[in-house]
């Protein structure tokens, strides 16, 4: 029951991490987009927290190969992590976000909200029972969406500055 409530709590909170993503990248400089990115660390801890608690619940039942791979997703989530703080750093320096530092929140919100697409996609392929070869292009390709979506939003914010 622990396992399945942790499972649960830590998709819910991706899921609300990715569309509070979102709204932050398309949110104008300002206080609601500090809040949007302190808000997506919080979204991104909670996440860590609830992934520890179902990797803890059943570790001793878990293959080695399974606890290296948690392990690997665990430390990525931690760069996740950084990447959202280093978004709000970048809100709350001098110039407040405006002008060239959008796009600096961009590529750190970015590479949380590619990170988490993938997840899903990779997550959606394995529950499917997709074979291996498939989930590893699923993974590749969307990554490659996510950074053609974010290309184009940054494209968007330098067309609005110049």
Same mark, same amino acid.
């Given at each position: 029951?622990?396992?399945?409530?942790?499972?649960?709590?830590?998709?819910?909170?991706?899921?609300?991490? !990715?569309?509070?993503?979102?709204?932050? =990248?398309?949110?104008?400089?300002?206080?609601?987009?500090?809040?949007?990115?302190?808000?997506?660390?919080?979204? $991104?801890?909670?996440?860590?927290? !609830? $992934?520890? #608690?179902?990797?803890?619940?059943?570790?001793?039942?878990? @293959?080695?190969?399974?606890? =290296?791979? !948690?392990?690997?997703?665990?430390?990525?989530?931690?760069?996740?992590?950084?990447?959202? #703080?280093?978004? *709000?750093?970048?809100?709350?320096? @001098?110039?407040?976000?405006?002008?060239?530092?959008?796009? /600096?929140?961009?590529?750190?919100?970015? !590479?949380?909200?590619?990170?988490?697409?993938?997840?899903?996609?990779?997550?959606?392929?394995?529950?499917?029972?997709? @074979?291996?070869? $498939?989930?590893?292009?699923?993974? #590749?390709?969307?990554? #490659? *969406?996510?950074?053609?979506?974010?290309?184009?939003?940054?494209?968007?914010? /330098?067309?609005?500055?110049?």
């Amino acid at each position: 029951m622990l396992h399945t409530s942790a499972i649960v709590l830590h998709a819910t909170c991706a899921v609300a991490a !990715f569309v509070v993503g979102v709204i932050l =990248i398309f949110q104008p400089a300002g206080r609601r987009q500090l809040q949007l990115a302190r808000a997506l660390v919080a979204l $991104l801890a909670l996440m860590g927290l !609830f $992934l520890v #608690v179902a990797i803890l619940s059943h570790l001793t039942s878990l @293959p080695t190969i399974q606890r =290296i791979i !948690f392990g690997g997703l665990f430390l990525l989530l931690l760069y996740m992590i950084y990447r959202a #703080v280093q978004a *709000v750093n970048v809100l709350t320096g @001098p110039s407040g976000g405006q002008g060239d530092d959008q796009l /600096k929140v961009v590529d750190h919100a970015g !590479f949380v909200l590619i990170s988490l697409f993938d997840g899903f996609a990779i997550v959606s392929a394995l529950d499917v029972g997709a @074979p291996g070869w $498939l989930v590893a292009i699923i993974a #590749v390709g969307a990554v #490659v *969406v996510g950074i053609l979506a974010l290309n184009a939003r940054k494209t968007a914010l /330098k067309m609005q500055t110049a």
